[in-house]
């Protein structure tokens, strides 16, 4: 379906700077009649960091959109509200504001930062949830993004970290992808030509492969829009 506005935040170097950048999105230019607001809510994962404008995930997804349609019959924006080192804890704080915007459905794509510093699954766990209740309450459908847990911190953490997506998604009846990562090669040779030199970002390959089984979900997402 054309019509679809892709939206997106861009160079965020800090916490600040995206609630600044990302409030002024939401309020800047006049709404286009019935349009579908979709808040992406995440890190530097949604954010594009290290890529080109077009070739982060929002951009790319909207193109997928634009490409492939969606069934909500008017135009549907995607606002980028990835802020690069978030956690879990950071979207919990700023979720309010940012559906203050007017957002009619929200992506959640956070836990990657609170895997790198090794935070407790259950205070992860209590972030994501009071993410999903802010949602709830405002009666925002959910696209919930998990991602696998390294073994590195143990078995047990592992299990609790990835619980932690199946069970809210469960207890919330959000759309659940379990694997943000999933449609990269396992393989580490085939796998490193899709990432950027740091081995966490995606490059715009990446980014490519990430969209093209993350569109449908999206898709499912925006058919829950009331």
């Known amino acids: 379906m054309k019509g679809i506005t892709r939206y997106g935040l861009w160079g965020l170097g800090d916490k600040v700077l995206g609630i600044i950048l990302l409030t002024l999105s939401l309020l800047s230019g006049p709404l286009q009649a019935q349009e579908l607001r979709v808040l992406a809510l995440g890190d530097s994962l949604t954010q594009g960091y290290g890529l080109a404008q077009e070739d982060g995930l929002v951009p790319q997804l909207g193109q997928w959109l634009e490409e492939h349609g969606s069934s909500a019959g008017v135009p549907v924006r995607l606002i980028n509200g990835g802020v690069s080192g978030s956690t879990t804890a950071g979207g919990a704080s700023r979720v309010a504001w940012a559906l203050d915007g007017g957002a009619d459905a929200m992506i959640v794509a956070l836990g990657g930062n609170d895997l790198l510093r090794g935070i407790d699954p259950q205070v992860s766990r209590a972030n994501l949830e009071r993410i999903l209740q802010e949602a709830v309450a405002r009666d925002v459908p959910v696209l919930l993004i998990g991602l ?79």
């Open 148 to 226: 696998r847990a390294p073994g590195n911190y143990g078995a047990e953490f592992k299990a609790a970290f990835e619980g932690n997506y199946t069970d809210l998604a469960a207890a919330y009846d959000t759309l659940l992808w379990p694997d943000f990562f999933a449609p990269l090669p396992l393989e580490p040779a085939a796998r490193a030509q899709y990432f950027q030199r740091d081995g966490i970002h995606p490059n715009a390959a990446g980014v490519t492969l990430l969209v093209n089984e993350l569109g449908p979900k999206v898709q499912a997402l925006i058919a829950k829009v009331k």
